[in-house]
């Protein structure tokens, strides 16, 4: 997400369609888990801006995309590991800053546990005033790809 001059992260700012794109193609999404009416990827959403929370909400037998606010990436992080473990859904793709690899969540619900890449340069979040990208996000982008691990049978 793009930084604030305050050092907050913003909330509304939107996946690039080109980002988007590159992962729906892999992985088949039907659902964004955190739009809002705005900004939704897929066919279907659960809105922070209407009554469908995506925290709240089942995931079941859907594949997952999902840039969490800023302000609450944790619960969001909990979500998606309860969501696969519990085999509600395949697959849950997160967007993250790469800040959020210091964090007890990071720690708890992906270290060791979950593929994810780091991504080399910065991506240019969508400002939703002007909808177009913004440069200057201040901190790196990571990819978690929350997905029971396949055990080969002999």
Not at 83 to 90: H, I, K, S, T, W
Not at 118 to 146: A, H, M, Q
Request: aromatic share 12%; glycine share 4%; proline share 5%.
């Amino acid at each position: 997400m793009i930084m604030n001059p305050k050092g907050k992260g913003q909330d509304s700012f939107q996946t690039p369609d080109f980002f988007y794109k590159q992962l729906d193609n892999i992985f088949n999404f039907t659902l964004d888990s955190a739009c809002n009416t705005n900004n939704c990827k897929c066919r279907k959403g659960f809105y922070i801006d209407k009554n469908k929370d995506g925290l709240k909400e089942s995931w079941q037998n859907e594949r997952v995309f999902c840039n969490p606010p800023f302000s609450n990436k944790a619960e969001w992080i909990k979500k998606a590991d309860f969501e696969v473990q519990n085999n509600n859904c395949p697959v849950v793709v997160m967007i993250l800053p790469s800040l959020c690899m210091d964090t007890q969540a990071w720690h708890d619900y992906i270290e060791n546990k979950y593929h994810y890449e780091i991504l080399r340069g910065r991506i240019s979040f969508v400002d939703p005033e002007t909808n177009k990208p913004k440069s200057g996000n201040n901190c790196g982008t990571v990819i978690v790809y929350f997905k029971k691990k396949i055990k080969a049978v002999a």
